[in-house]
């Protein structure tokens, strides 16, 4: 279900979001996915957004666990208090989680259950995109609930944890299954500017075309590992964490930042 919320921390004209994704936890804090550290590396993001001058809000595209324990749930959170995140976190459902689950650990401050951002000139629509499989889905029902709440006179930026067009490498194989219909339902309303995914675990920019039009999909590092494009199967690039900042104009104009958060872990 999409919950109309205005930002009560929007300055000016202006609205940024920091994206977040796939931190892939487990019940451990020193769990480790390929190699790394991934409480570790999500509590130095966190800390990274948190320096990050006027911040909006936060999204987090899924994939919150690895393991699918409940702990790891809860590790999550403590990651947020440790890190003394206070705006507004908002969230969908990876294909490694459990929306529940979500539900059930991510249901104080400072997360937020709305599907919807906004202010005088953008809209912030996060789409589920979750199914039974690793590939994803985004349904019928989904494509009608966020329609009922797009404001034609603002400018949208939809936000998924799956990839909407292939990124030419493996992960494609577990991609937006339905990917042709998801393109014509957004070519249905010219007001939506971007799209913004996880997933992929690596940070590109990749053209979505659509009748008449094209936009970019932005895709999000992930806060565990950066896959490498050249392998066939999961496996790390040697690239630090990271994240990636919106900003949104009064003009309709988006721009988008990548950061990376390199810092000496002990193994």
């Not at 409480?39 to 690895?66: C, M, R, W």
């Not at 590109?204 to 895709?219: C, K």
């Not at 990271?242 to 958060?261: A, N």
Request: with cysteine; proline share 4%; glycine share 4%.
């Amino acid at each position: 279900m999409l919950t109309k919320l205005s930002s009560n921390h929007s300055r000016l004209n202006t609205l940024t979001i920091a994206q977040l994704s796939d931190s892939h936890l487990f019940a451990n804090r020193n769990g480790r996915h390929h190699q790394a550290n991934v409480y570790e590396n999500l509590k130095h993001v966190l800390s990274a957004i948190k320096a990050q001058p006027l911040i909006d809000a936060i999204v987090f595209t899924g994939d919150l666990t690895q393991d699918h324990t409940e702990a790891s749930y809860q590790l999550f959170v403590n990651a947020f208090e440790a890190c003394e995140i206070n705006v507004p976190v908002y969230y969908v459902s990876g294909n490694h989680d459990e929306p529940s689950l979500l539900n059930q650990y991510l249901s104080k401050a400072p997360f937020c259950q709305h599907k919807v951002i906004e202010n005088n000139y953008w809209q912030v629509l996060l789409i589920e995109s979750k199914s039974d499989t690793p590939a994803g889905i985004i349904t019928n029902g989904e494509c009608e609930q966020a329609a009922k709440v797009i404001n034609s006179a603002k400018s949208q930026l939809l936000l998924t944890h799956h990839h909407a067009v292939d990124a030419g490498f493996f992960i494609d194989q577990h991609g937006l299954i339905n990917k042709n219909e998801f393109h014509q339902w957004v070519s249905k309303f010219p007001s939506i500017k971007a799209l913004g995914c996880g997933h992929i675990h690596q940070a590109l920019i990749l053209p979505v075309q659509l009748a008449g039009r094209s936009v970019n999909l932005y895709t999000c590092p992930a806060t565990s590992i950066q896959f490498d494009m050249n392998s066939s199967k999961p496996a790390p690039n040697g690239q630090p964490p990271g994240y990636q900042v919106f900003t949104l104009t009064s003009s309709g104009e988006l721009t988008r930042k990548v950061f990376y958060v390199d810092y000496n872990e002990k193994k």
